[in-house]
């Protein structure tokens, strides 16, 4: 094959598109990821999940030493030093961003640096910094180029007063008051992470509820549970305006319900109304990518109207998370190499690193009512937990829904210290086709949060022991 033929290109280095290319090279294909930003890892490790777990982890170590710390005993005087908060974010972003190109060395992927477009099925065109073209050759294409804010119609962005969840990632100081604009997972994480640091955090939610989608109760609880902590709601309100001036900038928002006007004032405020897909600059339109609503569509292999041109990760249809797009891209090339790729889009599992954590994977009591499907549900509270106890933490519940003919788990929503690690048994669990009788009768160990799941199992049936 010569220098610029290749099996496969991928266009997008984040986690749909570095991990496909990185099996694609395990299955022998001689692999290519186009990436136009300069870093590998794409928004979830350079402005995405990772420095957002970061700072969730720098930002609650910092409110146990001022605030949970004394319980236990402790007395300690400490200060922030947000510049060092901020310095270890992107120190931990670098490393990783550059542990990927470790990995795409040792699996002899190429990474060629710049923004591709495709002329024509077979046929990437990288745009490099320096304004110099290459034209790489390839059997099949195949685009992750992700996912961006979806903008709130008049009120513009600057990433330092008015921000996006990249510039929030990054504020140089404490907001005195901070509004979130959307109620969602980055609404609910990284207002949580700027409360932590002493910001008057107010979330404005166009809904009635928080984390819409999510089983009604356990967002409810988690709703509480950082009600507790400092955050305000303010729910069924349609933010019109935000105005900057003297440094401030001031919003109006409007009750969905009966039209009442009210004026908020913040130093920052945050928009995070949603994502949506990212296709710019690829020539989709010319080559003839069907799209509804900028959103690339693609068959049960990933395959676009264009054969030749697959699609993964956030630019398709599905939950934007981060391993979603990785399964897709897996599955993906795992097809082209002439394997059975599989995802199963019914347990993703979804996780908002609050604290404690809202934890969920598969159907809501909402979602199953609507579909008329008979349920039981067992429920245990973490108050109830000894292990939560001797942490200190008593918000939350585990909830597991079974159903009511044959016992089969249908969903699992969590919110707890960590709830997303527990989730993995439930995900797991539910793999198998488990019934709730199956996890209950699993032995866990004590004192463990993970009985909290093993209670709610035996509470399918009405037989929890501490509760
Ligand atoms: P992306 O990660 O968006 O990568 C696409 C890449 O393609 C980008 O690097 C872009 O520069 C590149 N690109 C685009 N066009 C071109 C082109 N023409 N040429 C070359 N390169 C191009 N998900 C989770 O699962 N867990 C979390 O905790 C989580 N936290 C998040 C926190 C925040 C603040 C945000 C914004 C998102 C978070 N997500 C999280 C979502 C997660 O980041 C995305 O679902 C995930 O990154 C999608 O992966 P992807 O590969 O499809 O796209
Ligand atoms: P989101 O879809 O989670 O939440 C957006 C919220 O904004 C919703 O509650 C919606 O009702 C509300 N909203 C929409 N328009 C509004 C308006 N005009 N005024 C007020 N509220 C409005 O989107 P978010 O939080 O921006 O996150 C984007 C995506 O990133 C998520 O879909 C998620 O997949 C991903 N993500 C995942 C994380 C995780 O897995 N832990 C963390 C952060 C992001």
Redo the contacts with the bound molecule.
């Keep these: 094959m010569s220098e610029n033929q290749y099996d496969l290109v991928v266009?997008?280095?984040?986690?749909?598109?570095?991990v496909a290319a990185i099996r694609a090279a395990q299955l022998d294909m001689k692999v290519a990821c186009?990436?136009?930003?300069g870093t590998?890892?794409?928004?979830?490790?350079?402005?995405?999940?990772i420095?957002?777990?970061a700072l969730l982890q720098s930002s609650e170590k910092y409110a146990d030493a001022t605030k949970h710390f004394a319980a236990h005993g402790i007395k300690a005087s400490v200060e922030l030093d947000l510049p060092g908060m901020l310095g270890r974010k992107d120190k931990v972003v670098s490393d990783l961003t550059q542990g990927i190109e470790f990995l795409f060395k040792k699996n002899g992927v190429d990474y060629v640096k710049?923004?591709?477009?495709i002329p024509a099925a077979g046929e990437v065109v990288?745009a490099a910094e320096d304004g110099s073209e290459q034209t790489l050759k390839a059997k099949s294409i195949l685009i992750?180029?992700?996912?961006?804010?979806t903008p709130l119609p008049g009120i513009e962005t600057d990433e330092k007063q008015i921000v996006t969840?990249?510039g929030?990632?990054s504020l140089e100081s404490v907001p005195e008051k901070m509004v979130v604009i959307g109620a969602g997972?980055?609404g609910l994480?990284?207002g949580s992470v700027w409360s932590r640091l002493g910001s008057q955090v107010t979330v404005v939610e166009y809904l009635d509820r928080v984390l819409p989608g999510m089983d009604a109760e356990t967002a409810k609880l988690g709703q509480r549970a950082l009600t507790k902590q400092g955050l305000k709601f303010k729910l069924g309100q349609k933010v019109n305006s935000a105005e900057k001036a003297d440094g401030k900038v001031k919003l109006s928002m409007e009750s969905v319900k009966k039209g009442k006007i009210e004026e908020l004032e913040a130093d920052v405020v945050l928009v995070s109304i949603g994502?949506r897909a990212?296709?710019?600059?690829?020539g989709l339109e010319e080559l003839g990518v069907a799209m509804e609503r900028g959103v690339i569509q693609v068959d049960e292999n990933f395959q676009t109207s264009v054969p030749g041109v697959y699609a993964?990760?956030?630019?398709v249809p599905g939950?934007?998370?981060?391993?979603?797009?990785e399964e897709?891209?897996v599955a993906c090339v795992e097809t082209l190499a002439g394997l059975k790729g599989h995802v199963n889009y019914a347990l993703v599992p979804g996780?908002v690193?609050t604290h404690p954590e809202i934890a969920t994977v598969g159907k809501s009591e909402e979602a199953l009512k609507e579909d008329g499907v008979e349920y039981r549900v067992g429920k245990f509270p973490i108050s109830a937990n000894s292990r939560a106890r001797a942490m200190g933490e008593s918000d939350g519940h585990a909830k597991i829904i079974a159903d009511a003919a044959t016992d089969k788990v249908l969903g699992v929503h969590i919110v707890a210290p960590m709830a997303g690690e527990l989730l993995s048994e439930a995900v797991l669990a539910m793999e198998f086709g488990a019934s709730a009788e199956d996890i209950a009768r699993t032995c866990h160990s004590h004192p463990g949060l993970g009985e909290a799941v093993k209670e709610a199992a035996l509470a399918v049936d009405g037989r929890a022991i501490h509760s």
């Excluded at 939950?319 to 797009?325: E, Q, S």
């Design positions: 266009i997008g280095g984040g986690p749909g598109g570095y186009v990436e136009g930003r590998l890892g794409g928004t979830c490790l350079n402005v995405g999940c420095p957002s777990k710049g923004w591709g477009r990288v992750a180029t992700g996912s961006e804010s969840s990249t929030a990632l997972v980055i994480e990284l994502r990212f296709t710019n600059g690829l993964i990760g956030d630019c939950p934007m998370l981060a391993h979603k797009a897709d891209g996780v690193y």
